[in-house]
């Protein structure tokens, strides 16, 4: 895994930056600060902050680390394990705080949970004791439905954090996602089941019938409920495990239309014997037509661009292509298509 | 809690607030009327949860806000979203 390192001016700024070029989110993302901004005299800024950053192996470990980080500027120090975290200040790295004694693991834990929390929250979070999470109280009160009891679910969380593998289940995740969505159509007043489809990895939820409402132009509102209950399940839930939310069956009529405009672009390419450069697409997207056209022959994809405007370009094989497939002149309706994901990906 | 104006996108907002956040029980929705058939709303939640409800470069916010218009279209209202500590 790459670091990459940042400056700017402000912690946050330089965070923000690393987050930037290495393309994820911040809790997939795992931080050392190298150097904090000092200040200089008259409130001039002085030294720059600098940020070490990559992908983490592990999200919620990136988790701790803002936390740990915010809860230092925000100067509610109260535990002496903490004050001893922030003793590390400028050169302190995520490794260490994780390897601190096994029992600050959970406080730590905490800490995050409250976020930018300054004194006042912090004893909320400390009133209960290691093994009991402020994550899984939070999501005990607002989803009784969904879950049973914390105590198991936030030893569990313990558990993880000290194996270095800090995953929930996939129940877990599943729970949450569920009452998410259930949540919102009881809100919009829609009768529409959420259904469930879990397979190893990944969360497949599907909003059943056909609610023009919760698509929205081109899928926009769906791809906005998306992000909302990946944001929800990352918070309740910290795991790595995929989630897609789906309306009536949508994403995979669409995945199949991509495809055969994919496989369309491929032939015209074999033909022709010309790079089709196809239209800038999200990246869900693009892999629909990298999958969609690995098992043709005759034609190899690759993808150019940077990623709002990122597109896929069908590369014919040298030589005598074999050109099974039906060229085609119609693929108008097949490039409206293409637009359209590259409008849904901004 | 005025139920009036845009249940639909109200409930909808408060809901997709409270999931967010970690303080759901602090989230708070003021609605007023902008216009003929628009509404504006004016969320408050925890200091501590701006951050999350706002989300990095504005990403949470602007989901929070294309969900929430979708539920005001079948209000039959357009809205505006505006988080305030």
Redesign the interface.
């Known amino acids: 895994m790459e670091w990459i390192e940042t400056t700017a001016k402000t912690i946050d700024e330089a965070k923000d930056l690393a987050l930037d070029k290495i393309g994820v989110i911040a809790a997939e993302a795992e931080f050392e600060v190298l150097e904090e901004p000092r200040q200089g005299l008259f409130g001039r800024t002085r030294g720059q902050a600098r940020v070490r950053a990559r992908v983490a192996p592990k999200a919620p470990r990136a988790k701790e680390d803002r936390g740990r980080r915010r809860r230092k500027s925000g100067g509610g120090n109260k535990k002496s394990g903490s004050t001893a975290t922030s003793s590390t200040s400028t050169a302190s790295t995520s490794t260490a705080s994780t390897s601190t004694a096994s029992g600050s693991g959970a406080d730590e834990r905490d800490g995050d949970n409250n976020g930018a929390a300054a004194p006042g929250a912090s004893d909320r979070g400390r009133s209960s004791e290691g093994g009991n999470r402020k994550n899984g109280g939070r999501q005990n009160n607002k989803k009784k439905s969904n879950r049973e009891g914390s105590g198991d679910r936030s030893r569990r969380g313990n558990n993880n954090m000290k194996s270095d593998a800090p995953e929930s289940s996939l129940q877990e995740v599943e729970a949450c996602v569920s009452g998410f969505l259930t949540g919102l159509t009881t809100a919009f007043d829609l009768d529409a089941a959420v259904e469930i489809d879990t397979s190893n990895d990944e969360v497949y939820a599907q909003i059943q019938g056909k609610h023009g409402l919760l698509l929205g132009p081109k899928a926009r509102t769906l791809d906005a409920i998306q992000e909302l209950t990946r944001i929800t399940a990352q918070r309740t839930a910290p795991s790595s495990i995929r989630i897609k939310v789906d309306v009536g069956g949508y994403r995979e009529q669409r995945s199949v239309a991509l495809a055969q405009f994919a496989e369309k672009a491929a032939a015209k390419a074999i033909d022709e014997q010309v790079e089709v450069v196809l239209e800038p697409m999200s990246p869900p997207d693009r892999k629909i037509v990298h999958d969609a056209l690995n098992d043709v022959d005759g034609v190899s994809t690759r993808s150019a661009g940077a990623d709002p405007r990122r597109r896929v370009i069908v590369v014919p094989d040298e030589g005598p292509a074999s050109s099974d497939n039906d060229a085609s002149a119609d693929d108008d309706a097949a490039n409206d298509d293409a637009a359209n994901d590259g409008d849904s990906a901004d | 809690m005025s139920d009036s104006l845009a249940?639909?996108a109200e409930?909808?907002l408060?809901?997709?607030c409270?999931?967010?956040v970690?303080?759901?029980?602090e989230v708070s929705i003021e609605a007023s009327s902008t216009g003929d058939e628009a509404v504006r709303f004016d969320v408050s939640v925890n200091?501590?949860?701006m951050?999350?409800v706002i989300?990095?470069?504005g990403?949470?916010a602007?989901?929070?806000r294309?969900?929430v218009?979708?539920?005001g279209?079948?209000d039959g209202v357009s809205t505006e979203v505006e988080f305030v500590e």
């Open positions: 249940p639909t409930a909808v408060l809901h997709l409270q999931s967010v970690a303080s759901p029980d200091k501590d949860d951050g999350r989300g990095r470069r990403r949470v602007s989901a929070i294309t969900v218009g979708a539920a279209a079948k």
